[in-house]
């Protein structure tokens, strides 16, 4: 269908049509295809030419772009992050008690044993004290009525009867003569905090104050609590410093109903509770606990509520609801400030509550909050009735506020079968507010599916609380090891100057750490060449013979040598670099174990991940993660549980193969699979790989289907898949391939992670194995990229605050179905992932983050319409590969060698253009009503993962005289094939594509030949559920019905 369409699509804006993937019938190479090597039958010359011009306009693009898109980096602060946590502690709040009963669980003794514990664990030295001051009425009233306020300052003048008579109007509470004083000191030590905080002067802080705040409502005293004082200290942020985004925490065992109460309306403040419920058993008995309450009017969808329905929860529950539920709606949320409700009656004793949580697994949940908000968290006690497992909650809490590492919980950390179910409940009710939610669905409950059986043991004791915190109270003397040796720049390619993987790339990082003064504050660790028994550990001998054998071969044997390979060069010294990259990593694996340092990062090349036992593999000679993990297991003498994270935007067969039977090592990689078509292009790095043997589920692939996958997605899976299996694992040490070839800008890629985005991937990593992780480079090949990127992880390991994110758009559809594809997988190994479905009726609303009400932009997609698509292009088995697109510099286009050129193909444009198969050709233009016009023949997808969010074309019909509902232009007009508005394409005003970026609706259909674009894909799509909407567009623009051709 021959016309004068918009090229490549009606928003793209490359000056070449995309295309789809090259025929994938390669498997004549070894293992695939090769990386970075162009589609068969290309002419190698043309091949070599083009790929060098678009390498070099693409690298000069991509720089500019990402420069661009790192202004608001604060990479170029200060290299020293000097600021301290905050704290107040005053002794005046412990002026009053209850006169009628001394065995009053809210009693002063509670603060003066967290003072203890704190001195004993040498920590109030530490903070910076900030001295509490008493709140102002004017400041009360932010939150409660002027009535109540004074009635309130009367009550130091009545006698102790008139107290107790006022007291009984109230649900449990008490009035002495000092509670109003000692009330007022509460809640301004909070708003000195904030003060504090908003000033620069401090990073975080923690209020341990009394009484308590979070059941006061309006105009009544409650549950212990006079004035709310974390919703006060919300309002004033709101009011002095104009915070615009406010997230309240309360993981009190009770419901904090109070401060839900008061911002029920309001979509400023999102309200997050997680308490002891049993379905209104337990005080305060309202229903507007459970997870039903999801706020009213404005504030609906701002209001969340995770209710425990049974007693005894552990660890595993409470950061099972900080990662599946509040996690991934604080990203979308984007809070500018955190407030925490920092109740300790859910820990393991408490006469309250009844749980069993803790002091590391509090430790945990404050770490996870410090990735919000550029770490700006405020702590305010509030419940907490058993004095000794009070006082180690807020040791355990204030340490992790400093800077120091999680200890290591119980194993394993996974919720029980009852939080699963109330995880479920508050997601679904959440569902219709926040799209991270909507795109993530649960699957029903299989019955009789056979999971691994799941032992949690037995409760632990109040005695085993008494025992001194895990080794953190005893830290490194140094924070951060950095290994790199320059003679790893040794290793090049001497036939081909533009090859990805060059020396520069670790010269440039190394300058980059220096440059922001990040290096002084690391250890230098020596690098060292792996020995023959480390490397033997992962590689067979003769292998490890052949390769050491390259050091004395003659420039044309080292390039035949490296053509036997897939995807790999040699040079003379390619032996020595090798050997030097796995043995840095085996250095500071040593020195982490050792504890001279706390964590740390090794910038080393070659790369290693795609090296098996017995041969090189794009660009990898030996697995230097594979080896280290080895090597740390060594040294500790038993099976040292380890987990080893792949980032890389590849995927790391090599590393997969050596623990694919081991279950001592968890290996989860995210990478680009495309259906196989992506390097290395081999189904092993499929989600339904998962591992043999003793190690089946102890592999996890998160499989992604395409292109412009960027912070979302990967952080949306690192909260849903990857940490709560890493969790439930409870590895004793962290090892990350971190290749940063995802990272926007890079030419192999063709995704977008920003620099933050690894940041908050590492502080989440953080969290496990006690702070022992270690991260060791593999690829990334966009020289601004990789330094920005490995810079922002350094700072981070380094325990400067996590940068903020740039605001995050909702995590792609396909993302979704890869995500929901492994949960689906692994749910039968990992308890952690066995969220099931849960039917509700639940009225469609506007997502919290909108600013407009009933936008027509973000008009909700029924899912009965979406039915047809999903039945449609949800067989996995039948998906064909997906395509590389031209603009991301797939790595089938670079080409590793040079060969000899063959004339040139008649049909290599079509091949050029993704061709391949029998899918129809299109034929677009490059200007829409230019005379002259250079038309190009691109071959449309066959499938996309976007299509399910086609709906069905409405009832009347559609009208192809429709003009842009935006400037009323009848030309070049497109329809939104999600909720068919009508928008004019980009070479007219791109009303279509503000449209996209607005609704995150992909694809749109042309009024003016009827072609299908995905905005996600970048590319053309022919696919059968697009055919109705075809041809009604074609009967309302000729009268007649769409010629089909067979």
């Not at 065995?103 to 030295?125: G, I, K, Y």
């Not at 270690?774 to 920005?788: C, F, H, K, Q």
Request: hydrophobic fraction near 35%; proline fraction near 7%; aromatic fraction near 8%.
């Amino acid at each position: 269908m021959a016309s004068k369409a918009e090229q490549p699509g009606p928003s793209h804006g490359k000056e070449s049509p995309s295309r789809p993937a090259s025929d994938t019938g390669m498997m004549g190479q070894k293992r695939g295809g090769r990386k970075g090597s162009p589609a068969l039958g290309a002419n190698p010359g043309l091949a070599e030419a083009r790929r060098r011009g678009r390498a070099k306009k693409l690298n000069q693009k991509s720089d500019r772009d990402l420069m661009t898109n790192l202004q608001d980096l604060d990479l170029e602060a200060e290299s020293a992050v000097s600021l301290g946590t905050g704290l107040v502690l005053d002794e005046r709040m412990g002026g009053f008690y209850c006169p009628w009963d001394e065995s009053f669980p809210e009693r002063p003794e509670r603060l003066q044993a967290v003072q203890e514990q704190l001195t004993r664990d040498c920590l109030l030295e530490r903070c910076v004290h900030i001295k509490a001051q008493p709140a102002t009425p004017q400041e009360l009233q932010l939150v409660h009525s002027q009535e109540y306020v004074e009635l309130m300052a009367s009550t130091p003048q009545m006698t102790e009867m008139e107290c107790r008579a006022l007291s009984d109007t109230y649900d449990s509470v008490y009035l002495h003569p000092n509670s109003f004083p000692c009330a007022l000191l509460a809640t301004g030590a909070l708003l000195r905090l904030v003060d504090t905080l908003m000033g620069g002067k401090i990073r975080n802080g923690l209020a341990l104050v009394r009484p308590p705040g979070h059941h006061a409502q309006r105009e009544k005293m409650n549950g212990y609590c006079m004035f709310n004082n974390i919703a006060i200290a919300a309002r004033y942020a709101q009011e002095k410093y104009h915070v615009p985004r406010i997230l309240i925490v309360d993981w009190d065992v009770h419901h904090g109903q109070g401060t839900q109460f008061i911002f029920e309306q309001d979509p400023s403040v999102l309200y997050f509770s997680v308490h002891r419920y049993e379905q209104g058993r337990f005080w305060p008995h309202l229903k507007a606990s459970d997870w039903s309450s999801t706020g009213s009017g404005k504030g609906q969808g701002y209001t969340v509520n995770v209710p425990w329905n049974q007693v005894g929860m552990r660890d595993g529950d409470y950061i099972s609801s900080f990662l599946h539920v509040l996690l991934p709606i604080a990203l979308e949320f984007q809070p500018q400030l955190v407030l925490v409700s920092a109740g300790f009656d859910a820990m393991l004793g408490d006469p309250k509550g009844e749980m069993a949580a803790t002091p590391g697994g509090f430790a945990h949940l404050t770490h996870l909050l410090m990735s919000l908000a550029k770490g700006k968290l405020i702590l305010s006690l509030e419940g907490g009735y058993n004095l000794h497992s009070l006082a180690l909650g807020v040791s355990a809490t204030l340490q992790t506020l400093l800077g120091d590492p999680c200890p290591m919980l119980a194993t394993p950390c996974a919720p029980c079968p009852s939080a699963l179910t109330s995880l479920s409940h508050t997601l679904a009710a959440q569902r219709p507010s926040w799209k991270v939610i909507q795109g993530f669905q649960s699957v029903p409950e299989d019955k009789e599916e056979k999971h691994r059986e799941m032992n949690l043991g037995p409760l632990p004791t109040l005695e085993a609380l008494r025992k001194p915190l895990e080794p953190t109270l005893s830290l490194p003397p140094n924070r951060t090891g950095l290994v790199y040796d320059e003679r790893m720049m040794k290793h090049f390619n001497m036939w081909d100057s533009y090859h990805p993987e060059r020396p520069e790339r670790i010269a440039q990082i190394t300058q980059r750490l220096a440059d922001l003064g990040l290096t002084p504050r690391c250890l230098s660790l020596p690098a060292r060449s792996a020995t023959d028994q480390e490397l033997l550990s992962c590689h067979s001998k003769k292998y490890v013979d052949r390769v050491r054998a390259t050091s004395g071969l003659k420039p044309r044997e080292l390039h035949r040598e490296g053509e036997s390979y897939n995807s790999i060069y040699i040079s003379p010294f390619s032996f020595s670099c090798a050997q030097l990259a796995a043995g840095a990593a085996c250095r500071l694996v040593e020195a982490i174990l050792a504890r001279e340092v706390q964590n740390g990062l090794a910038i080393v090349r070659p790369p290693g991940h795609h090296a098996e036992r017995d041969t090189a593999c794009g660009f990898c000679f030996f697995n230097s993660v594979a080896v280290a993990a080895r090597h740390a297991q060594e040294v500790a003498g038993r099976a040292l549980r380890i987990l080893i994270v792949d980032w890389d935007i590849h995927h790391g067969n090599g590393t997969q193969q050596m623990f694919e039977e081991d279950p001592s090592v968890l290996y989860i990689s995210l990478h680009r699979h495309d259906q196989g078509a992506f390097f290395p292009m081999t189904e092993d790095g499929a989600s339904s790989c998962v591992g043999r043997g003793r190690g089946e589920g102890f592999n996890v692939n998160v499989a992604w289907n395409g292109p412009r996958l960027g912070d979302p997605d990967y952080l949306t899976a690192m909260l849903r898949i990857v940490m709560p299996i890493a969790y439930e694992f409870n590895p004793e040490l962290v090892l990350v391939s971190a290749g940063f070839d995802a990272a926007r800008g890079d030419p192999l890629g063709g995704c977008l992670i920003s620099p933050e985005g690894y940041a908050h991937m590492t502080h989440l990593l953080m969290g496990l194995a006690g702070g022992r992780i270690a991260l060791v480079l593999e690829g990334g090949y966009n020289l601004t990229s990789i330094s920005e990127s490995m810079a922002a992880c350094t700072r981070t390991l380094l325990g400067d605050p996590v940068p903020v994110l740039p605001w995050l758009r909702p995590p792609l559809p396909g993302a979704f179905l890869s995500m929901a594809e492994v949960a689906q997988i692994h749910r039968k190994y990992w308890q952690s992932l066995r969220l099931n479905a849960v039917e509700m009726e639940v009225e469609e609303r506007n997502t919290p983050l909108e600013l407009v009400e009933n936008s027509p932009l973000e008009q909700k997609i029924p899912k009965e319409k979406c039915s047809e698509a999903l039945a449609t292009s949800l067989k996995l088995e039948e998906r064909p590969p997906f395509p590389v697109l031209e603009e991301t510099l797939g790595l089938e286009s670079l080409q590793l060698s040079s060969q000899e050129e063959s004339p040139e193909d008649p049909g290599l444009i079509g091949e050029a253009a993704g061709g391949g198969g029998s899918a129809p050709l299109l034929v677009v233009a490059d200007q829409f009503d230019a005379e002259g016009a250079t038309f190009y023949a691109v071959t449309p997808l066959s499938w996309c993962p976007h299509l399910v969010t086609v709906c069905s074309v409405p009832k009347e019909g559609l009208d192809v005289t429709q003009p842009c509902q935006d400037c009323g232009t009848h030309v070049e007009n497109w329809l939104c094939l999600s909720c068919y508005q009508v928008h004019c394409g980009r070479y007219i005003q791109a009303h279509m594509l503000q449209h996209h970026e607005s609704s995150d609706h992909s694809l749109v259909l042309s009024y003016t030949d009827f072609s299908a674009w995905c905005y996600i894909c970048q590319a053309y799509v022919n696919h059968e559920i697009l055919l109705d909407a075809k041809k009604t567009a074609y009967q309302s623009k000729f009268g007649e019905e769409m010629p089909m051709v067979p």
